[in-house]
């Protein structure tokens, strides 16, 4: 018998539309989600609660991550300075689970070193100990060797791993919030729209043009957004290299901030805002590099590597000691390759990580400064010119309305239109500066601060170096 044919299913015209439009609410749903779900992706990647989770502690010295000698050295070290200290105490002050230290209490008995001064039926992590005379002598050597006392050191893979995840290049960028880092400011829309893709790529960004106009102002609203918008990092104490103890916490750096103590981490690690570093004319090449502390083998990372995971603002740059081509030379691997190159006073090389939005700000025409293979590895150059009338007008207004002064327009178009030349073009931070001498003016004459054409053309000779002007 022959196999009979299936029909095939007739559908006409108006379902075949349904079936079209069905299709259509369907994929845009599709994407509606997957749009939803890479954002959030996106956030968990930067959460300080995702990086957590990978931060769990050590459960024995081994998961550490740490030699015993280093543990050793430190448990000498801290009871030494204490006189006598509990298990739980020790593992208090070098921010590890007490089974971490464990099995190095046992060695420092075993080896003569420490003994066990009192204890009760808690167990080993209430036994208190005392250093023997052998102990003192071994803590003293430890001190000689290195003066770091404080929480164990995390080790370079440890750190590397968690700053590349903690990347500026994985923050998510809202439109919204990132304009209103600019709050107060007045910048234009379309120069914000170049800093928000620049910010996005988390390359280097090169902010170029005239004095006064806002550079510096401008860096630091990105660096605000970052510190204020961009999630908190983690930052460990300090790490450890070939037994060097490099410290990496700074205080007047990393502002830390109060988290969930549900959640539990690896204490050697502190989380805090993604931090803002800012370098001037001091800046020196050796201060790119580990500096040694005089009063012991203690090293300290460079400021370009405490920037990491924020952002590193080299002002005035090309004004610095050393020449700007020297310091770009220094960064072109860094700046391809996301990582740097660190000595240890042994000679020895080591890459860490280099994951920071780097701003160069400079007042002096970027091929003045160096060439265009250098320009080439600063992926974005934004200039910032001078303002718009209708923009100096605005700050003008702007800054007396923060400073109580009533905005008078007639005296500002007096302003722009007798007294600014060719020469000496409106810059932004004019209106700051000659509202400063006007405070200061009336101040001393005993009245309250005020605009008046005769104290704005007495200010702008005195603030700006304008001609003589009859009144």
Request: with cysteine; glycine share 6%.
């Amino acid at each position: 018998m022959a196999d009979q044919e299936t029909p095939s299913p007739h559908f006409d015209d108006n379902t075949q539309t349904e079936q079209a439009e069905l299709y259509d609410r369907v994929t845009n749903s599709v994407e509606q989600l997957q749009d939803v779900l890479s954002q959030e992706l996106a956030e968990s990647l930067h959460h300080p609660n995702a990086i957590s989770n990978r931060l769990t502690p050590p459960e024995s010295l081994a998961d550490s991550g740490l030699s015993q000698r280093l543990v050793r050295d430190l448990i000498l070290k801290f009871v030494y300075l204490n006189g006598q200290l509990t298990g739980f105490e020790l593992a208090k002050r070098l921010h590890v689970p007490f089974s971490v230290i464990d099995e190095v209490l046992d060695f420092l008995k075993s080896d003569r070193c420490l003994e066990v001064h009192s204890g009760d039926m808690m167990g080993r992590i209430s036994y208190r100990y005392q250093l023997t005379e052998q102990g003192r002598a071994r803590a003293r050597q430890a001190f000689d060797d290195c003066r770091y006392l404080g929480p164990a050191p995390v080790t370079l893979e440890q750190y590397a791993d968690v700053a590349r995840q903690q990347s500026v290049r994985f923050v998510p960028i809202s439109e919204e919030k990132f304009c209103g880092a600019f709050k107060g400011l007045v910048v234009h829309e379309e120069l914000i729209r170049m800093l928000g893709a620049a910010v996005a790529s988390g390359l280097s960004i090169f902010l170029y043009g005239p004095p006064g106009n806002g550079k510096t102002v401008i860096a630091r609203a990105l660096g605000r957004f970052l510190n204020e918008h961009g999630g908190n990092i983690f930052i460990p104490y300090s790490l450890v290299v070939d037994q060097h103890i490099i410290t990496l916490f700074d205080p007047s750096i990393h502002s830390a901030v109060g988290v969930d103590q549900s959640s539990e981490w690896d204490q050697r690690w502190r989380v805090v805002k993604r931090p803002v570093v800012v370098s001037g004319g001091e800046l020196t090449l050796g201060m790119l590099d580990l500096r040694t502390h005089s009063d012991g083998d203690v090293l300290t990372a460079p400021l370009h590597i405490k920037a990491n995971g924020g952002v590193f603002l080299l002002d005035d740059f090309g004004r610095q000691l050393v020449d700007p081509r020297q310091l770009l030379n220094r960064w072109i691997l860094p700046l391809e390759d996301r990582h740097d190159y660190l000595t240890l006073p042994t000679g020895k090389k080591f890459a860490i990580p280099f994951e920071q939005l780097i701003l160069f700000s400079t007042n002096i025409p970027p091929e003045d400064l160096v060439d265009q293979a250098f320009l080439r590895r600063i992926r974005h150059k934004i200039e910032v010119s001078y303002p718009s009338e209708e923009s100096y007008r605005q700050i003008f207004k702007l800054v007396c309305q923060q400073r109580d002064i009533k905005y008078d327009d007639w005296i500002v178009s007096h302003l722009l239109t007798n007294l600014y030349t060719p020469q000496i073009p409106p810059k932004s931070s004019d209106p700051r500066d000659l509202l400063d001498v006007i405070e200061g003016m009336c101040r001393f004459s005993g009245n309250r601060a005020h605009l008046s054409e005769e104290l704005v053309c007495a200010a702008f000779q005195k603030c700006l170096g304008g001609p003589n002007v009859s009144h």
